[in-house]
């Protein structure tokens, strides 16, 4: 049972747009990270983002933590063919694991 | 300094057949988690693993799956009598701390029952 709900499930975009993935749930995690999965690979931590408001970016990436801590957000700016992947978002109910969101699948086309 | 490392890549087996996964996590690393992520869905947890004691197997989704990690290092997912439904990319994770902290993914194994 998936306690994250992302969306938009699929985005097909061109080079150069921008574009907003959401991960939003109803309980509340002590962090959140977001990760990028290619095919065959297993995911690849993007950022981990702990504080209410919190705004973190790396380059082309914002990823924002909700003031609540019940969601996040992942602004990507002039996507690039290179962004193209599988993106999950896992938030942190407790002190241990995480649970993974349903995951946005991003195509960017040349 | 290799990363999390997984075997087989891939496994088909007939239905009915044992299956057992490996995962050889960073060393050092004190936690180790199991996920099953199907097609195009994001993982979801089945087992945790802190050194060698099994803290959390609530995902666990029947008893045909074991778990273990008898030596705190590695460890290996094992699947009895196996069905359809467990066709399936199995996602071994370790970290090096007790708490939260990053998460280090191995490539999978793609299970494929027949």
């Known amino acids: 049972t998936q306690l994250l709900e992302q969306s938009p499930q699929f985005l097909s975009i061109q080079e150069g747009e921008n574009l907003t993935v959401y991960c939003n749930s109803s309980?509340?995690?002590?962090?959140l990270q977001w990760y990028r999965q290619e095919p065959g690979e297993g995911p690849v931590l993007l950022v981990t983002?702990?504080?209410?408001?919190e705004v973190k970016k790396l380059k082309r990436l914002t990823f924002q933590f909700g003031d609540a801590r019940k969601d996040s957000s992942l602004h990507i700016t002039a996507a690039q063919t290179g962004d193209t992947g599988l993106y999950l978002c896992a938030g942190a109910p407790g002190t241990y694991k995480y649970i993974f969101g349903t995951g946005t699948r991003l195509k960017v086309l040349a | 300094g290799a990363g999390v490392s997984q075997s087989p890549r891939y496994k088909v087996a007939k239905r009915g057949q044992d299956v057992a996964l490996r995962c050889d996590p960073i060393?050092?690393?004190?936690?180790l988690f199991w996920y099953q992520q199907a097609l195009g869905q994001g993982p979801e947890f089945l087992t945790y693993?802190?050194?060698?004691?099994?803290?959390?197997k609530s995902g666990l989704p029947s008893d045909r799956f074991f778990a273990e990690r008898p030596e705190g290092s590695v460890s290996t997912l094992k699947i009895q009598r196996t069905q359809q439904e467990d066709s399936a990319v199995y996602l071994c994770a370790s970290s090096l701390a007790r708490s939260i902290s990053p998460l280090h993914f191995g490539n999978g194994t793609r299970l494929t029952v027949t």
């Open positions: 309980s509340v995690f002590s962090s």
């Open positions: 983002v702990v504080t209410g408001g």
């Open positions: 060393s050092g690393h004190v936690s």
């Open positions: 693993f802190q050194n060698e004691a099994q803290l959390d």
